[in-house]
Nanobody, 127 residues
Framework: QVQLVESGGGLVQAGDSLRLSCTASGLTFSASYSRAWFRQAPGEQREFVGGILWNSGATNYADSTKDRFTITRSKAQNTIYLEMINLRPEDTAVYYC???????????????????WGQGTQVTVSS
């Protein structure tokens, strides 16, 4: 059973930085898959933040985050990270990580195509 556990969320002030982690367990399928970060603010749809190909480490980001957010991975820890700098109140959301079981090198922005999800971690940015 695949499990994803996010951590690192919290309450910060505008301009602060934060690092989220997502550790996976129970992965028994091929290493050809991607992981992604999404976020969901109250009353909004789940939004793609960025993703990483597990094998190559290639990344892709949403336009709204590409200049401030960075995704990295640790194969040894089976973990991906979301480094966020210069946080803004509009970044406030629950942040989720997800896995897509596919060898494709694309980065779908639709949450529907992802196969596994974590429980989310709350990030609140005060002004």
């Amino acid at each position: 059973q695949v499990q994803l556990v996010e951590s690192g969320g919290g309450l910060v002030q505008a301009g602060d930085s934060l690092r989220l982690s997502c550790t996976a367990s129970g992965l028994t399928f091929s290493a050809s898959y991607s992981r992604a970060w999404f976020r969901q603010a109250p009353g909004e749809q789940r939004e793609f933040v960025g993703g990483i190909l597990w094998n190559s480490g290639a990344t892709n980001y949403a336009d709204s985050t590409k200049d401030r957010f960075t995704i990295t991975r640790s194969k040894a820890q089976n973990t991906i990270y979301l480094e966020m700098i210069n946080l803004r109140p509009e970044d406030t959301a629950v942040y989720y990580c997800a896995i897509r079981r596919s060898s494709s090198t694309s980065f779908p922005k639709s949450a529907e195509v992802y196969d596994y999800w974590g429980q989310g971690t709350q990030v609140t940015v005060s002004s």
